[in-house]
């Protein structure tokens, strides 16, 4: 990777949810925030202003579809990048997004490990476009275009699923305190011990923190926390 940060736009506008995905990418080595926005228009003013390598676009704006923003920039001729961060799961949106040149499409909710893979994909994917000159054959445009791609997650253990998963993991990707096995099963409809299961998983994967809670006398009971407090512990 080059010296030079990868310079980000964050466009979300939830604020919470935007505060949060700046830390994540300036947690990430090599990128570095350039702005903040939350509106379709205001992204737009942003990149005509501001240097900006790539986008961190939320589709649902207050003003506008991502999409749209996302075409407009293309019309300008910018040379930016977008990477879609969004809830959106419709196939039609999924096309038009890879239709208009959108190098990564993120779900929502996701974890820290989830977004730092895929931004660090693209990075190596910038690094192998900058060159000048042509490639030698298409076994290195392969390459450059597999830098992209983010392989498939490893199969769930017998007997989970992915949308239990999921479920559980959207309930703990809010909870900045920490959450114990049957304050998820209340939230996911879970049983307690599935619930358990589950975080259980995403702990041993690197996708949250357990840690031990004193908060009454006295065994400490067992909370589990999002990936990104791992760092604060």
Excluded: W
């Amino acid at each position: 990777m080059s010296g030079t940060p990868i310079r980000v736009l964050v466009v979300e506008d939830e604020r919470v949810a935007a505060e949060a995905h700046r830390v994540y990418v300036e947690r990430v080595p090599g990128f570095a925030v350039a702005g903040v926005v939350h509106s379709g228009a205001d992204a737009l003013r942003f990149c005509r202003r501001e240097p900006v390598d790539v986008v961190l676009l939320d589709f649902y704006l207050p003003d506008t579809h991502g999409l749209t923003v996302c075409r407009a920039l293309r019309a300008e001729g910018r040379d930016v990048d977008v990477i879609a961060v969004t809830s959106a799961r419709d196939l039609t949106v999924i096309r038009s997004a890879v239709s208009s040149g959108i190098v990564q499409y993120l779900l929502k909710p996701f974890t820290f490990a989830s977004l730092r893979e895929r931004l660090e994909r693209y990075a190596r994917f910038r690094d192998q476009t900058a060159r000048d000159g042509q490639v030698a054959g298409q076994a290195d445009v392969d390459g450059m275009l597999a830098a992209l791609r983010t392989p498939g997650r490893p199969a769930l253990p017998k007997g989970m699923s992915g949308d239990t998963l999921e479920r559980v993991s959207a309930a703990l990707s809010g909870a900045a305190d920490g959450l114990s096995a049957a304050a998820v099963a209340d939230l996911t409809g879970v049983s307690r011990v599935t619930a358990r299961r589950y975080l259980e998983y995403l702990a041993d994967n690197g996708l949250a923190a357990r840690r031990p809670h004193y908060g009454q006398v006295g065994r400490p009971e067992v909370r589990f926390y999002p990936e990104r407090a791992q760092a604060a512990g």
